[in-house]
C-alpha cells in the first residue's frame, strides 16, 4: 500500500523567511507527485507537480520543489514567504497503474505572522 | 467563467434525507472525479469517471451513487444520509486520467443535523 506523510501539521514562520514543508512518500511503484494549496473556503489549486526528468521543479508564487527518489521525499521549499502564503498545502501522490487516483498527505497549515 | 462549479455551496439536513451535490466543469475535461474532506481536513477520493464511464470506485457505502449525464458533469447522490458523512464535498476534472493535474470545485460542506 502507497501512503503520503506530511511530517508538519502546522508551521509558523514569519514574513520574509524561507520556509520547507515536508513530505515522504512510500509506493512498491514508480509516482507522479503533486503540491496543492488550499486557501480558507477554496477548493485546491495545484502549485507545482513532478512527473519525470529534472528533479527540481518550480511552480507558481515562487515555489519549489525537489524530488529525492533515494530518500522518497518531495519537499516544498519558498525562500521567502508573503503573509498571502498563509493557507493549507497538500502533498499527493499517484501511482503509474492507478490514473487519476490522488493519494493525498494530512496537509501542513502554513501561518505567515508579519 | 468559472472552471468546475459546484451547487450548492452549503447543505443543512436531517439524517435520514437523501440529498444531491452538482458538479459542472466548462475546461473541456475527459475525467472528473468527487473527494470527500474530513474535519481534519483530510482528502480521500471517492470517485471517478473518463467519458462517463465509472474508473475510480473507491470503498464508498453504496448509498453513495455518482452519476454522469455527459463528460462535463458529474453528480453525487447520497441517500439516508447520516452523521458521519458530514463533510466537504470536493469535485475536480482533469484532461485526461493519469498524470493530469487535477482542478477543484470549490467544495460543498455538508451538514447532518
Known amino acids: 500500500a502507497q501512503s503520503v506523510t506530511q511530517l508538519d501539521s502546522q508551521v509558523p514562520v514569519f514574513e520574509e523567511a524561507p520556509v520547507e514543508l515536508r513530505c515522504n512518500y512510500s509506493?512498491?511503484?514508480?509516482?507522479?507527485l503533486f503540491w496543492y494549496v488550499q486557501y480558507p473556503n477554496q477548493g485546491l489549486q495545484l502549485l507545482l507537480k513532478?512527473?519525470?526528468?529534472?528533479?527540481l521543479v518550480k511552480g507558481i508564487n515562487g515555489f519549489e520543489a525537489e524530488f529525492n527518489k533515494s530518500q522518497t521525499s518531495f519537499h516544498l521549499r519558498k525562500p521567502s514567504v508573503h503573509i498571502s502564503d498563509t493557507a493549507e498545502y497538500f502533498c499527493?501522490?499517484?501511482?503509474?497503474?492507478?490514473?487519476?487516483?490522488?493519494?493525498f498527505g494530512q496537509g501542513t497549515e502554513l501561518s505567515v505572522k508579519p | 467563467d468559472t472552471a468546475v462549479s459546484q451547487t450548492p455551496k452549503y447543505l443543512v439536513t436531517q439524517m435520514g434525507n437523501d440529498k444531491s451535490i452538482k458538479c459542472e466543469q466548462n475546461?473541456?475535461?475527459?475525467?472528473m472525479y468527487w473527494y470527500k474532506q474530513d474535519s481534519k481536513k483530510f482528502l480521500k477520493i471517492m470517485f471517478s469517471?473518463?467519458?462517463?464511464?465509472?474508473?475510480i470506485n473507491e470503498t464508498v457505502p453504496n448509498r453513495f451513487s455518482p452519476k454522469s449525464p455527459d463528460k462535463a458533469h458529474l453528480n453525487l447522490h447520497i441517500n439516508s444520509l447520516e452523521l458521519g458523512d458530514s463533510a466537504v464535498y470536493f469535485c475536480?476534472?482533469?484532461?485526461?486520467?493519469?498524470?493530469?493535474?487535477?482542478?477543484f470545485g470549490d467544495g460543498t460542506r455538508l451538514s447532518i443535523l
Open positions: 475536480a476534472s482533469s484532461q485526461e486520467s493519469f498524470n493530469q493535474p487535477q482542478h
Open positions: 509506493s512498491s511503484v514508480s509516482v507522479y
Open positions: 513532478y512527473l519525470s526528468g529534472s528533479t
Open positions: 499527493a501522490v499517484e501511482r503509474y497503474n492507478q490514473g487519476g487516483k490522488l493519494i
Open positions: 475546461l473541456g475535461h475527459d475525467t
Open positions: 469517471y473518463n467519458n462517463k464511464e465509472l474508473i
